[in-house]
T-cell receptor, first 115, second 109 residues
Framework: NAGVTQTPKFQVLKTGQSMTLQCAQD?????MSWYRQDPGMGLRLIHY???????DQGEVPNGYNVSRSTTEDFPLRLLSAAPSQTSVYFC??????????????FGPGTRLTVL | AQSVTQPDIHITVSEGASLELRCNYS??????LFWYVQSPGQGLQLLLK??????LVQGIKGFEAEFKRSQSSFNLRKPSVHWSDAAEYFC???????FGAGTRLTVKP
């Protein structure tokens, strides 16, 4: 099993550009999520999904879109990149247990710089 | 408001010394609780988790954590720290998987 994979590992964008961060998992997990990690702020939840066709907003959703057309894939779209979106982005997946989330498995991260 | 607090931003301990990292949460009911570790430049790895039952939970790499309902705490402990334990440690709550801000551990030789 590959676990959770993310592409690209590194990306530099100019302000106003758009891009998609890819995330895939092969563990048949219902729950998938995107976080951003900034120094001193831990991980903040951007968007999450409890299954194909279902997505919802987390703590910091503004400027990001997601979709979940399959169980395996959960791409994150930056609509118009801003310097404030410079961060490390992590995708994660887990089983979803009656409204609570079990252990999450994390991808290796994408380091994004917006100039 | 629901929250997870890790009061210590940075802790330095000597190799071989004991370690305790603090985590407090504010939720209406007892949530699922997790500790994750992140080595530099890496993703997060689960150390241990608490769902119910025995309040003292054993994890990987010799770590343990104790759930104290009365104090809304889930502190992480290790009796003897190794240099390879230097990393950032995150507490998380499994209702909405909110993470604390993290505690960075430095180990002195």
């Amino acid at each position: 099993n590959a676990g959770v994979t993310q592409t690209p590992k590194f990306q530099v964008l100019k302000t106003g550009q758009s891009m998609t961060l890819q995330c895939a998992q092969d563990m048949n997990h219902e729950y998938m999520s995107w976080y951003r990690q900034d120094p001193g702020m831990g991980l903040r939840l951007i968007h999450y999904s409890v299954g194909a066709g279902i997505t919802d907003q987390g703590e910091v959703p503004n400027g990001y879109n997601v979709s979940r057309s399959t169980t395996e894939d959960f791409p994150l779209r930056l609509l118009s990149a801003a310097p404030s979106q410079t961060s490390v982005y992590f995708c994660a997946s887990s089983y979803h247990l009656s409204g609570a989330i079990d252990e999450q498995f994390f991808g290796p991260g994408t380091r994004l710089t917006v100039l | 408001a629901q929250s997870v607090t890790q009061p210590d931003i940075h802790i330095t301990v000597s190799e071989g010394a004991s370690l305790e990292l603090r985590c407090n949460y504010s939720y209406g009911a007892t949530p699922y609780l997790f500790w994750y570790v992140q080595s530099p430049g890496q993703g997060l790895q689960l150390l241990l988790k608490y769902f119910s039952g025995d309040t003292l939970v054993q994890g990987i790499k010799g770590f343990e954590a104790e759930f104290k309902r009365s104090q809304s705490s889930f502190n992480l402990r290790k009796p003897s720290v190794h240099w390879s334990d230097a990393a950032e440690y995150f507490c998380a709550v499994g209702v909405d998987m909110r993470f604390g801000a993290g505690t960075r551990l430095t180990v002195k030789p």
